[in-house]
């Protein structure tokens, strides 16, 4: 019996119930998130990614094209189509790497940091919320149960007052 009894005892000490094991699950996952981002900015520190890189080219020099030109002839009137060629263009060949990658991904992890403080700021808020009706819920059954106890014992002193008038009442006939 006392084996049961210990069994029980120890039982219901040891008991966690589902909002402590959710707290305790959710800060180890807090814990973790927060090491990871410590870790990304670390490397992000030590690696540094550069957005853009220019490669520098050549010149390089494409031939002129030939453009037809009209000419009228002065002597007879008549109007020519001569084409004339146009000089080489020199062109600069410069090659432009975008590298996007982390600040799209730096973008990314804030919105992500973001949206998790604003979640917990919402869990926090419905947390305050049930609680703050809990403590009115309690506080509404006190006054309940306050009220109830008053009229208790004001019937209670009035039954007591009727017996010991009753009683008195009793007496005093019993003498006169």
Known sequence: MRYILFVIIIWLCGC???????AERTAKEEKARQAEMALLQKMRQQ??????QVIPGKT???????????VQDKETGRIDT??????????????LKV????MLQSCRDSLAAANYAFDL????????????DKA???????KEDAGHWQRAAIITWIAVAGVIGAGVVLKL????
């Open 173 to 176: 006939k019993s003498i006169i």
């Open 60 to 70: 390089v020099y494409l031939p002129g094209d030939s453009v037809p030109c009209p």
């Open 99 to 102: 590298i996007d990658s982390s």
């Open 136 to 142: 009115e819920a309690q506080l509404s059954e006190k």
């Open 16 to 22: 966690k119930s589902a909002e402590q094991l959710a």
């Open 121 to 132: 700021a919402r869990q926090d808020a419905n947390e305050q919320a049930k609680r703050a």
């Open 47 to 52: 690696y540094p990614c550069a957005p853009a």
């Open 82 to 95: 001569v084409y004339v060629k146009c000089p080489p263009r020199q062109i600069r060949v410069d090659t």
